[in-house]
């Protein structure tokens, strides 16, 4: 049995939103969702990006 979340990657999110890999390491840093970096390695809780994404309102994420 596993109790651990899913991780997903800047790969897999800029595969989901489909916008470039740079711009998914983005999202990560500035979206406010919480993630693990590892080295140089950003992981980001697949529930907690699902219930980011299901957050009703607009959602506008500056990457500066």
Do not use: C, W
Request: proline share 2%.
């Amino acid at each position: 049995m596993n109790d651990f979340p899913t991780l997903l990657t800047a790969a897999d999110i800029s595969k989901i939103l489909k916008i470039s890999y740079h711009n998914a390491l983005d999202f990560i840093k500035y979206s406010g969702i919480d993630y693990i970096k590892i080295g140089n390695q950003y992981r980001v809780s697949e529930d907690k990006f699902r219930a980011f994404l299901a957050q009703k309102g607009k959602k506008i994420i500056s990457f500066t």
